[in-house]
């Protein structure tokens, strides 16, 4: 349980240009990535204001001891799986070191200078070789909200309060944000007719999620416990869900999505840390009466104190038009994970209750995070009803679904009285047509 | 498209002990496999009756060239995903020449005799690192069986005859025959109870299915036309679907199965190869009156001539006290490949169509395959209608799904008139209490 220090500090400044200022990336973030500059390998960095901090560079600049220079080490190659297997301490102690190195009152401030790379000239990466990538369910007023458009009276299934919900994903098709994802061809079928067709999706669709970062992970048939769940999580990042509705709607039955949504899956590149996330660690909302109480298995005193995160996500629509016109994005919804119905410590114990085994650098997406209201939905299906009631744009366009040339753009923030506010990065992609 | 050559020829012989009698292993299989000796490395092999023929070493006593010495340098570590990216013309050159070098006219007996390890002193492992895992539900007989269970009178859902169907399966806790399946514990609920407790599953199955490993693969976004499919087929292998259906009941809807499925997946390790079973290739099966035709992306007019494969398929069941009483194995079923209601190729063509990328060492499983009567209905579930009529043993047991203790052995073979028949290996496990 990573604990508030002098890392979180609201007085603590950086000597790095623009820091202070940045939205994402103040010294209270530091994050973890795999960058490359040009003509050089993958390698793992930590971002601070808009440049990248090189762990190998700093590590050969004697910058670095003990348990930091161990993590560091593990962050010479294209991905930080192995960074993740070490668990919290490592990792935590890198991120104090860098946090002074990077302060206003540093020392090594001319040694570290040369570490940095501008950002804008680097090319980030996805962050680990996925192993396994499972998509949870828990975001309850997306369950509702889909649910409603099936079964108006009846739209959360009965297993929904019991079971945190989740179904494995693709790992292939994970990609980092700026590559484009083209639209998916696959069988539709309307209503008004007896067979399929073969198209491009008429119904793309994103969803905001958030991605959580496997760290040691567990032995086949070795559950992991919800009271030491915490220790599994390296890191968190943005996820968008790409779904084609009306590919999902034909295919689904009996065993859940498959094409509709494994042509891409989209991850913002910063692993934030759990421990740059302390601040805004807040209690488990309370379950509504009548709601019963978690499992035994899913229930920690300590996880419904602290298990849940506050951070503000916010979904951007950028069109062709938009941009032509010098229009700014289009705001399409305002979230937050607080919407989560059960915790990322609860989704771990479920995932592996059965003994099931999380290895390090595999992926867990929340689900949708939808809020309650529909200035905060995290998808186009909810916010269109299916795709009945239009969005409108200020450029005179509407939209019930994703057009060819859009962009998604994913954020979020972590904001609280006292702490200085850190952010997510993008997650961003544009829709190219289908082959 | 593997062509019908000498490897096939059933006059020929070899000169290893044994092997020409091998119920899997003549001289006309060769399959590769991961194996270790005592105190060795994981590394590559085939096998020839009881003996596996280690790659690196026929490489380093010079046995293998050009083609053939490609594939070989590719087996000298833990994984065959090297090998599986290379496509078929290596491999086939390298059965080829194994097969030269094994045969009794060989002039290179004396130094491949010192290449060759008793495969009773070696340990078989997984013989690739799993990308992912997608498992389907081509088995049609399965299929109506399963939905009989809940939809009497509608068994198969609309979509069935259209959509290869198929979901995303857990690649981390797939692991080889002879590794202990622990029973898994879940959410169980029953229909009496208002809410679900926590136990160890009462309903442990088996599914019999084939397993595809991929080869090449393709570029995210790149569709694999049918034409080609058969190219992206490194080998086949046996794969038991472990099911807990209590489990599995309660948790499948809307996204289907998850934790009822993902605490283990075994695998035979053998790679059997396309050139190998390709006198084993057949018609895929007329459709029956009133079926709908494929649609074109899923139609191939040389896919629907010898897309399908002819290979008959065994499940045992060993009870503790079968074997203490010194007993048979109990035969459960007795299957064939034919009973696919869509070929691998066709498989291939649909988990692609939208871009999603295959890679080498992926495996698709092919849904539990069911003869159309009792005696060949490839799980529990279907034999016992639910649990509902017990499958009786000559040990006087009965079982309606597995116990602890009991083996289940999955077992194939390729017999033709005219051929020599080939085998699968085993692919078995032994249930362990749950933790």
Same mark, same amino acid.
């Given at each position: 349980?990573?604990?508030?220090?002098?890392?979180? #500090?609201?007085?603590?400044?950086?000597?790095?240009?623009?820091?202070?200022?940045?939205? #994402?990336?103040?010294?209270?973030?530091?994050?973890?990535?795999?960058?490359?500059?040009?003509?050089?390998?993958?390698?793992?960095?930590?971002?601070?204001?808009?440049?990248?901090?090189?762990?190998?560079? +700093?590590?050969?600049?004697?910058?670095?001891?003990?348990?930091?220079?161990?993590?560091?080490?593990?962050?010479?190659?294209?991905?930080?799986?192995?960074?993740?297997?070490?668990?919290?301490?490592?990792?935590?102690?890198?991120?104090?070191?860098?946090?002074?190195?990077?302060?206003?009152?540093?020392?090594?401030?001319?040694?570290?200078?040369?570490?940095?790379?501008?950002?804008?000239?680097?090319?980030?990466?996805?962050?680990?070789?996925?192993?396994?990538?499972? *998509?949870?369910? %828990?975001?309850?007023?997306?369950?509702?909200? %889909?649910?409603?458009?099936?079964?108006?009276?009846?739209?959360?299934?009965?297993?929904?309060?019991?079971?945190?919900?989740?179904?494995?994903?693709?790992?292939?098709?994970?990609?980092?944000?700026? +590559?484009?994802?083209?639209?998916?061809?696959?069988?539709?079928?309307?209503?008004?007719?007896? +067979?399929?067709?073969?198209?491009?999706?008429?119904?793309?669709?994103?969803?905001?999620?958030?991605?959580?970062?496997?760290?040691?992970?567990?032995?086949?048939?070795?559950?992991? +416990?919800?009271?030491?769940?915490? #220790?599994?999580?390296?890191?968190?990042?943005?996820?968008? #869900? =790409?779904?084609?509705? *009306?590919?999902?709607? =034909?295919?689904?039955?009996?065993?859940?999505?498959?094409?509709?949504?494994?042509?891409?899956?989209?991850?913002?590149?910063?692993?934030?840390?759990?421990?740059?996330?302390?601040?805004?660690?807040?209690?488990?909302?309370?379950?509504?009466?009548?709601?019963?109480?978690?499992?035994?298995?899913?229930?920690?005193?300590?996880?419904?104190?602290?298990?849940?995160? *506050?951070?503000?996500?916010? %979904?951007?629509?950028?069109?062709?038009?938009?941009?032509?016109?010098?229009?700014?994005?289009?705001?399409?919804?305002?979230?937050?994970?607080?919407?989560?119905?059960?915790?990322?410590?609860?989704?771990?114990?479920?995932?592996?209750?059965?003994?099931?085994?999380?290895?390090?650098?595999?992926?867990?997406?929340?689900?949708?995070?939808?809020?309650?209201?529909?200035?905060?939905?995290?998808?186009?299906?909810?916010?269109?009803?299916?795709?009945?009631?239009? %969005?409108?744009?200020?450029?005179?366009?509407?939209?019930?679904?994703?057009?060819?040339?859009?962009?998604?753009?994913?954020?979020?923030?972590?904001?609280?009285?006292?702490?200085?506010?850190?952010?997510?990065?993008?997650?961003?992609?544009?829709?190219?047509?289908?082959?």
């Amino acid at each position: 349980m990573p604990e508030l220090d002098s890392t979180h #500090d609201p007085a603590r400044r950086s000597w790095v240009p623009g820091a202070d200022a940045h939205p #994402d990336f103040p010294i209270q973030n530091l994050p973890f990535c795999i960058f490359s500059t040009p003509g050089g390998e993958p390698r793992g960095g930590v971002a601070i204001g808009d440049a990248i901090l090189d762990l190998t560079k +700093a590590l050969a600049a004697d910058l670095l001891s003990s348990d930091a220079a161990r993590a560091a080490e593990t962050a010479h190659g294209p991905h930080l799986n192995v960074m993740f297997s070490l668990g919290g301490k490592p990792r935590q102690a890198l991120r104090s070191r860098l946090s002074q190195l990077l302060a206003n009152d540093s020392s090594e401030k001319g040694k570290v200078e040369g570490c940095l790379f501008p950002t804008a000239e680097c090319v980030l990466h996805l962050p680990s070789r996925i192993g396994d990538y499972t *998509d949870f369910y %828990v975001g309850i007023h997306h369950a509702t909200n %889909v649910g409603k458009l099936f079964r108006p009276d009846n739209p959360l299934l009965p297993n929904y309060k019991y079971v945190p919900i989740g179904y494995h994903g693709r790992a292939s098709s994970v990609v980092s944000s700026g +590559a484009p994802v083209c639209r998916p061809t696959g069988q539709l079928k309307s209503s008004a007719e007896a +067979a399929p067709i073969v198209g491009p999706s008429q119904r793309l669709d994103y969803e905001l999620e958030l991605g959580i970062w496997i760290g040691p992970g567990n032995e086949l048939g070795e559950p992991i +416990a919800i009271e030491t769940a915490a #220790d599994e999580i390296a890191g968190y990042c943005l996820l968008n #869900d =790409w779904s084609a509705r *009306d590919i999902q709607a =034909w295919e689904y039955q009996p065993l859940g999505p498959f094409l509709s949504k494994n042509f891409a899956t989209t991850l913002s590149p910063w692993v934030v840390t759990p421990e740059a996330l302390a601040p805004f660690r807040t209690a488990q909302p309370k379950r509504p009466a009548g709601d019963p109480s978690p499992l035994p298995y899913l229930l920690d005193q300590s996880d419904q104190e602290t298990g849940a995160l *506050d951070i503000d996500l916010e %979904v951007l629509l950028i069109t062709p038009t938009l941009k032509r016109k010098g229009l700014p994005p289009h705001r399409l919804a305002l979230s937050n994970t607080r919407y989560m119905y059960w915790t990322p410590r609860q989704m771990i114990a479920h995932h592996t209750m059965g003994g099931c085994n999380l290895r390090p650098g595999d992926l867990l997406g929340s689900g949708t995070i939808s809020a309650p209201d529909p200035d905060g939905f995290g998808s186009m299906l909810e916010l269109t009803q299916g795709g009945t009631n239009a %969005v409108r744009l200020a450029s005179g366009e509407e939209r019930r679904f994703l057009e060819d040339g859009d962009e998604v753009v994913l954020r979020a923030h972590g904001n609280r009285a006292g702490y200085v506010s850190i952010g997510f990065g993008e997650c961003r992609a544009t829709i190219l047509p289908a082959r």
